[in-house]
T-cell receptor, first 114, second 111 residues
Framework: KNQVEQSPQSLIILEGKNCTLQ??????????LRWYKQDTGRGPVSLTI?????NTKSNGRYTATLDADTKQSSLHITASQLSDSASYIC?????????????FGTGTLLAVQP | DVKVTQSSRYLVKRTGEKVFLECVQD?????MFWYRQDPGLGLRLIYF???????EKGDIPEGYSVSREKKERFSLILESASTNQTSMYLC??????????FGSGTRLTVV
């Protein structure tokens, strides 16, 4: 069964600190992996997309890693800001073609406190 | 930037009402999707469409129907709203080539 599991479910950190969110997946065939940020009451916004051959990708203070052998990904946030408070969702694409299936994790809720 | 616009941010409807959720995208994308998002369950695909007048069932189509009369517009219809359809509804467009862009969501409450 295709599954995406994220940990932790929720996380509280102080402003300025770093944190790492985890994503484990069992999806076949793997196409790509995306991290989304979802602010409360808004739709998800893409942060990074990684294909099978990519190990690391950065977007400002966000750095995503992918280990295709262990089927794990992480999202590292550096020097957190209050605006980083959101839900972070890991999404894995299964199959190929324009309508390949998206498998969503349930997200990690991050709260950054002053 | 691709924009995906959902017509309502918040809706409150009564049980048994027919509900229309509208989604419009301003790029020429063939694929459009409707998801619902519930706490602890993540996003679940209700229906998707890969062309005008074409539709495919997703993982949880029961109680819903869709309409795609124009390329830019994808409507989700709750034929007879029930309380278990209270949820956040998200429209998206895109695909493997373009990536996926989501609308801001419609928070539907059925009372």
């Amino acid at each position: 069964k295709n599954q995406v599991e994220q940990s932790p479910q929720s996380l509280i950190i102080l402003e300025g600190k770093n944190c790492t969110l985890q994503c484990n997946y069992t999806v076949s065939p793997f196409s790509n992996l995306r991290w989304y940020k979802q602010d409360t009451g808004r739709g998800p916004v893409s942060l990074t997309i990684m294909t099978f051959s990519e190990n690391t990708k950065s977007n400002g203070r966000y750095t995503a890693t992918l280990d295709a052998d262990t089927k794990q990904s992480s999202l590292h946030i550096t020097a957190s800001q209050l605006s980083d408070s959101a839900s972070y969702i890991c999404v894995v694409s299964a199959g190929g073609g324009a309508t390949n299936k998206l498998i969503f994790g349930t997200g990690t809720l991050l709260a950054v406190q002053p | 930037d691709v924009k995906v616009t959902q017509s309502s941010r918040y809706l409150v409807k009564r049980t048994g009402e027919k509900v229309f959720l509208e989604c419009v995208q301003d790029m020429d994308h063939e694929n459009m999707f409707w998801y619902r998002q519930d706490p602890g369950l993540g996003l679940r695909l209700i229906y998707f469409s890969y062309d005008v007048k074409m539709k495919e069932k997703g993982d949880i189509p029961e109680g819903y129907s869709v309409s795609r009369e124009k390329k830019e517009r994808f409507s989700l219809i709750l034929e007879s709203a029930s309380t278990n359809q209270t949820s956040m509804y998200l429209c998206a467009t895109g695909g493997t080539v373009y990536g996926y862009t989501f609308g801001s969501g419609t928070r539907l409450t059925v009372v």
